[in-house]
């Protein structure tokens, strides 16, 4: 069992819907990540917590740390938010475990 | 933009060649990673560095896999005798402090071994 979970692994979406992308980890972690990579490779860090909620313009993070459960929210979808969103959790040396992403599409 | 710098970006290798990728991180940021991606897959840790000092290497480093990071700012990373299987994104992180912090990541560079 992979030590980070994600789900969905794909996932279609109307434009306007509401998305949730769900992370779950078997390991303790001093912070959690998401991360956005668009095709071609680049990786965007989109948030950083370690406990309670974060919000950026149209993104919601939350992290539940007793039950190892973060999820990511996503407001009135664009087709410009279609991207593999990545769930990572830092270890306390530094170095992060990754999920193996959600491909998010977002249909006009 | 992140700020951080892969070079090349793409590389084509024959199987049992040699390959060196250079990486340069945030100008300021002591934390160097390096991690490998494989097609539909997350990215995976291969090693990383506090300055100029290698901290920690993963075991999907093998003995053909050296990293190196002399002043404590730009990093390389080879492979010797590739194999198809070593094709991957091989990603760059760099991150101010120590280990704490938002790590920011660069373009990455794409090997195709034939």
């Known amino acids: 069992k992979n030590e980070v979970e994600q789900s969905p692994q794909n996932l279609t979406a109307q434009e306007g819907e509401f998305i949730t992308i769900n992370c779950s980890y078997s390991v303790g972690i001093s912070a959690l990540h998401w991360l956005q990579q668009h095709p071609g490779g680049g990786i965007v860090s989109l948030f950083m917590l370690s406990s309670g909620k974060k919000k950026h313009g149209r993104l919601i993070a939350t992290i539940n740390i007793q039950e190892k459960h973060s999820s990511l929210h996503i407001t009135a979808s664009h087709p410009r938010d279609s991207a593999v969103y990545i769930c990572a959790v830092r270890r306390s040396q530094g170095n992060l475990i990754f999920g193996k992403g959600t491909k998010l599409s977002v249909k006009p | 933009d992140t700020g951080v710098s892969q070079d090349p970006r793409h590389k084509i290798t024959k199987r049992g060649q040699n390959v060196t990728f250079r990486c340069d991180p945030i100008s300021e940021h002591n934390r160097l990673y390096w991690y490998r991606q494989t097609l539909g897959q997350g990215p995976e840790f291969l090693t990383y560095?506090?300055?100029?000092?290698?901290?920690?290497k993963s075991r999907l480093l093998s003995d053909r896999f050296s990293a190196e990071r002399p002043k404590g700012s730009f990093s390389t990373l080879e492979i010797q005798r590739t194999e198809q299987g070593d094709s991957a994104m091989y990603l760059c992180?760099?991150?101010?402090?120590?280990?704490?912090?938002?790590?920011?990541f660069g373009p990455g560079t794409r090997l195709t071994v034939t």
């Open positions: 992180a760099s991150s101010i402090g120590t280990g704490g912090d938002e790590q920011y």
């Open positions: 560095f506090q300055n100029e000092a290698q901290l920690e």
